[in-house]
């Protein structure tokens, strides 16, 4: 007998109909949880460059500043889409929202947070002074983009894109990421 992925991950929920989570304890993500928090590291990382471009533009020669920012605005945004995304849940299903479901939604939220930590760590080189802070801007920036290049590869996998679909998913989260970049000469200089 062959058994296919889907068989593999697909769950009963009791009713005879499947969903497409990965069984418990299994170490891996379902294909809808894996989605979620891709899209929340792209929206992360996008939000990232972004506070980085308002950022050096405000705080040009305070790189620890702008690492600050960066945390308080994506902790914010966190905690917005939990808030949101709980109330959600509660309408959609006609429930009272358990502990439980909200440890899920804020843990699948998270990497809209995870996704600041690359550029993080560059401006915190540059607040101790590893780096100069346009050095520490310019890094945060560069590690933004290259989150976004792997963003990419993973959806790309994911969705079994082959390599010109890979390339065009790849060129799409860092022709936003150049945009952003373009902003922040824009209103840099």
């Known amino acids: 007998m062959r058994i296919s992925r889907s068989d593999t991950t697909a769950t009963s929920n009791g009713a005879g109909l499947t969903d497409d989570t990965e069984r418990p304890g299994a170490g891996r993500l379902g294909r809808a949880e894996m989605g979620e928090r891709l ?5 992360g990382t996008i ?3 972004a506070v980085i471009v308002a950022g050096a533009k405000a705080y040009p020669d305070r790189s620890a500043w702008i ?3 960066v945390v308080v605005t994506t902790g914010v945004f966190w905690l917005a889409h ?4 709980a109330l959600a849940h509660s309408v959609a299903r006609d429930e009272h929202l358990s502990l439980a479901e909200l440890g899920r939604i804020a843990r699948r939220e998270a990497s809209i947070v995870e996704a600041a930590v690359p550029s993080v760590v560059a401006l915190v080189l540059g607040a101790f002074g590893v780096i100069s802070t346009q050095a520490a801007v310019w890094a945060a920036v560069g590690l933004g983009l290259v ?3 792997v963003e ?4 790309a996998r994911v969705e079994k894109l082959g390599w010109a679909g890979t390339i065009g998913a ?5 022709g936003l990421g150049a945009l952003l970049i373009g902003l922040k000469l824009l209103v840099t200089h």
Do not use: E, W
């Open 152 to 155: 990419g590869i993973a959806f």
């Open 47 to 49: 939000v990232v460059l």
């Open 67 to 69: 690492a600050a920012l």
């Open 39 to 43: 899209g929340g590291f792209i929206y």
């Open 147 to 149: 989150v976004l290049a």
């Open 82 to 85: 939990v808030y949101s995304h």
């Open 170 to 174: 790849v060129a799409g989260n860092l």
